[in-house]
């Protein structure tokens, strides 16, 4: 079902030593400095730059990647850092058939986008049963897409492969049941950010993050 999914994201791991900044993405680092530090999952963790920002702050995070390259260079990060192991876990999966039974104060799905055959609503609506009661879901998503960037566009069409969203087109995919949620951001955000040579643009992210209700 996903079998193209993983050569995919390795193979673009591999054409750079690094492809991410390497920093916490900033919505992260407003949002989790707010938060009294748990246990926390990172979605796509990528090259572990937030799961490497909780550690730091106090968070016991497990980071969940498809790409086993990410996740090496993750681990390698954190290890740099001197980050404990048991406070920044990393695993190779893929979370569109990932056997989760744990729950977790804070999940956090940043830029959890990808193209071909992938289930981001499944992914997301499953994720929602990881949280622990009490705990938030922070999703952060590309309301535009940097112009530099060519992973989003489709190799023969030049289309972006997924829809930008908002944070109604959000909270639609959610389906967060409000008897047991409470949504607490759903926003527009905009950052600053520079592409690989140099060039500076205005980007819009869409921030939702919502809490689950103690028990
Ligand atoms: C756009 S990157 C975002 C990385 C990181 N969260 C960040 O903000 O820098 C998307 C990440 O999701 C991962 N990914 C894509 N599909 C996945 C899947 N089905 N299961 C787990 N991870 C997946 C990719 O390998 C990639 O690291």
Known sequence: MHETAQPSWDDRYREAQQIWSGKVNAVLADVGSRLTPGTALDLGSGEGADVIWLAEHGWHVTG?????????????????????????????????????????????????HSQGDFDRPGI???????????????????????????????????????????????LELLQLDP?????????FRSREATGPAGEVATLQD??????????
């Open 124 to 170: 997301l609506r499953a994720a929602i049963n990881y949280v622990a009661d009490g705990g938030h879901l922070l999703v952060v998503s590309h309301a535009t897409f940097p112009p530099w960037s060519q992973a989003h566009r489709d190799p023969e069409t030049a289309e972006h492969h997924h829809d930008a969203t908002t944070p109604e087109s959000e």
């Open 64 to 112: 969940v990647d498809i790409s086993s390259v990410a996740v090496s260079r993750a681990v390698q990060a954190a290890r740099s850092m001197n980050i404990p192991a048991e406070l920044a876990r990393f695993t190779v999966a893929d979370l569109a058939q990932w056997n989760n039974e744990q729950t977790y104060d804070l999940v956090v799905s940043s830029f959890l």
């Open 206 to 215: 869409t921030v939702v993050l919502a809490r689950k209700t103690p028990s």
């Open 179 to 187: 008897s047991s949620w409470n949504v607490e951001i759903a926003v």
